[in-house]
């Protein structure tokens, strides 16, 4: 696997989920590595130490769980009876680099990789040994370029490096206890550590982020009988993840065209525990071969956390602060206080499989998993926040008795035919429910926000005040002022907060034409729904909030809620082409046609852009129309083997929004359909303006209204 250091959040595309965090799971030797943030694995294992790996995409039976779209599953090399070991070394140095057509300059990138295997006996044909190290460093530059008529441009422009490093280990012993009963116990370690990562318009927002990752699994295998098989399981992780700002205590500043200051998450330092017991039993009866499992897991989350900890202000223009001038005013002051949380869990799953051959030519695959997380709503921290008078009036959002979410049945269905009897010539179809795992820091920074004191001012009185942090709370502490009876602001998981669900169903075919020559094309589609992302339900009925029109519950300012509004929807028709001919040992060309959508947002804290009336269909910012790669490999003289792999993909679509606020919520962002509503009625006024039928044309497109959007350009062009 390739190191995770160069993005915080999931680099992967499974077809189409909102979050693709929620997309997939990856599985190391029976035991899944997910980080519980981002969600890359959170140990990368060396290719060296790889035997074999497996992509279950869009169907997977009822022993895989905890992803909407696909399961990565990772076998580790074990050793054998013959003392094998490999090295290698991969550097690429600044002087290899070339500028390409936009760049004035190369930008600095260097990459130095080593490492090595080795595997062996310890006793022959019954014990065995293997081990493996590698270890990257990586040299680059995070380039800042605003344009020069930006007025940041001249402060924050610049080049500044970025570095990453990581250490990779796995060791593994595997023993044969009788002919009957064999084990195996393996030991993974990952260390990764990143300097200036994110995606920010300054230096100033940038973070370090690091994480280190101990993985250790061991599996027993035991012959009942011909027919059956049991297999034992118990995997022990535990991971800390940290991020620290490259600024330290200076107040977050939010423009539209740059973001100053103490990033807003960090610091922030994340230890994890998880203990797990898988249980299997094989069967095979007959035409049936069965499959029987359950497992436990047991989560144990420490969060410290520092978001907001130096307040942060939200503008909407770029002009300088005039106290004179209402319009260069913060809307929004945000300040938290930082604390320490806990998030434990027990996670039960149970499934039954059955591989049925029906006939000589059909085979069924059919199955069902349950999945129950018992902590998934927090009750205990809701019971204790609505005993506090403090808290007077949460009960108006959330209650004590809040149950979890208990309707997990997860049916799947899988059935292939021979068309001719030959297995030459194979069709196929499935379906399946699929439901991912909750990922715990969701209901940590509920927690940050909730039980630690926040505030979200939106008062014009107080913010004109602005920088002076200590004016806009009255000469209070951030504690003293809620506790003189100022409004907080809270973050909640709801009453009826439920794990995200997709629906998969796929069709196609598997045709091997002769002995060099095959083809296989499928038809997917999903369809994701109860996805997450953000609401205040502390929104008066109707109108823009005023001073005459005001929040319904005074004791609040934003209520945002963890809510299931999300949808998305994708289809492709998936093909590929395999062959191989004279001087070629094989060429693969892969096609993929695809089409991806989304009413909703793409990340558990995002607003929609209206919330009232939310109009957020439209393309996904995943959505690549055309994926087409090919490879090959040639045996050349001497043993020596060349091969390559070549890779076109469509661009993803623009997406349009307007800085206005519809509702008056202070929120300056994501208020699509407003802007097409919008730039509408401004062209029934004045139909000449091309710059706004311009932004209508990219506003409808956003929306997948892509014929109305055509003749808007068109006619933007014509103007």
Known sequence: AAPNYT?????VKFGGPADQRNGYTTIVDGGDLDDAIWGDPTVNISQDAVQEFKVFRNQFDAQYGAALAAVVTVATKSGTNNLHGTGYFFGRDDSLN??????RSKPVYGQKRFGGSLGGPIAQNRTHFFGAYEYTNVDQQNIIALPARNPFAAAQNGEFPATSREHLMVAKLDHRLSDRSSFFVRYAFDDQFATRTGTVTSDESNVNDSSKMHSV?????FVLSNSSVNSLRVHYMWNEVATVPVTLGV?????????????????????????QVFETFYKSAGRHDLKFGADYTYAKHSYEAHFYESGSWDFTTDAPFDRANQATWPIAFVQQTPGTYDYNSHIFAAYVQDDWRVSDKVRVNIGVRYDLDTNLRMNDVYGDVLSDPAYAGLDNFVSADRGTDSDNIQPRLGITYDVRGTGQLVARAGFGRYIPR????????????????????????????????????????????????????????P??????????????????????TGIEMDYVHAYGYKQLGGMDLNLPTSGRISATNPRPVAAFTEVKSLENFTKSWYNALETQFRTRFKGVDNFTVSYTLSSTKRDGVNHYQTYPGTMRTPHEKGYSEQDTRHNVSMAAAVTLPYGAQFSGILRALSGTPFAVSIRSDEHARMLSKNDRPAATIQLKNALQQSPQLAEARFLLGKALFAEGKVGEAMVELEKARDL
């Open 7 to 11: 993005s915080k959040f999931s680099r």
């Open 98 to 103: 070339a500028r390409n057509a936009f760049q």
């Open 217 to 221: 699994i061991g599996e027993q295998n």
């Open 251 to 275: 107040p977050r500043e939010v423009r539209p065209s740059v973001t100053t200051g103490q990033n807003w998450t960090s610091p922030q330092f994340f230890p994890r525990t998880r203990i």
């Open 438 to 493: 909750n990922r715990h820091y969701f209901g940590l920074t509920a927690q940050d926000r909730l039980i630690g004191t926040a505030i979200r001012i939106q008062d014009p009185a107080q913010l004109q005040n602005y920088p002076d942090i200590n004016a806009v709370l009255g000469g209070k502490s951030l504690t003293d002022y809620v506790a003189s009876g100022a409004a907080r602001s809270v973050y909640i998981i």
């Open 495 to 516: 009453d009826d907060y439920e794990l995200p669900e997709s629906l998969n169903t796929t069709a196609g075919f598997g045709w091997q034409i002769n002995g060099t």
